[in-house]
């Protein structure tokens, strides 16, 4: 099977935009969470979704936000960016009954 | 909330030799899941060993295996014959919460193994 795929790679951004990350999960995987990697904080939980809908959500504010497709695929948002988003943001998939998670390669977000 | 503590910022082996990465948690829990993966230069996280706490055999993936010592809380790996390409960014990792399957991880901050050649 492929593997979890994020898009895009790499992405620069300035203070105030917003942006939107894609991730595609293995096949069959309907679990899709999201994490950020900082080297200040480390790997924190965003948040997680089943079957297109929320599950659970990390410590982050609003600014934050994801959505699922039917097909599993998944977007998160980041409106109004901040500095201190820039990050590793990684897509992780899970069958959803073992805990589990595979990862994909991640998205490098800089914000100037 | 779950807690996970990795006390070893980095770590240093030679290649071929035999090293153990320390991971403690905190749960309440009697029956869950630890994980072990790997982040290289790449970025991209590798799982490298799961264990199942009420599994009384350490779990072994090649020259991978755990030490799971569940009444001290404590889930070590240790990497036998160390090859360069062990080189990684080493992460513990426990259920965010337990019942679902599937909620996320908690992960420690992480070793940063070096293999000398």
Known sequence: ?112 | AQTVTQSQPEMSVQEAETVTLSCTYDTSESDYYLFWYKQPPSRQMILVIRQEAYKQQNATENRFSVNFQKAAKSFSLKISDSQLGDAAMYFCAYPRALGGGADGLTFGKGTHLIIQP
């Open chain 1, 1 to 112: 099977k492929a593997g979890v795929t994020q898009t895009p790679r790499y992405l620069i951004k300035t203070r105030g935009q917003q942006v939107t990350l894609s991730c595609s999960p293995i096949s069959g995987h309907r679990s899709v969470s999201w994490y950020q990697q900082t080297p200040g904080q480390g790997l924190q939980f965003l948040f997680e979704y089943f079957s297109e809908t929320q599950r659970n959500k990390g410590n982050f504010p609003g600014r934050f936000s994801g959505r699922q497709f039917s097909n599993s695929r998944s977007e998160m948002n980041v409106s109004t960016l901040e500095l201190g988003d820039s990050a590793l943001y990684l897509c992780a998939s899970s069958p959803g009954d073992d805990y589990t998670q595979y990862f994909g390669p991640g998205t490098r977000l800089t914000v100037l």
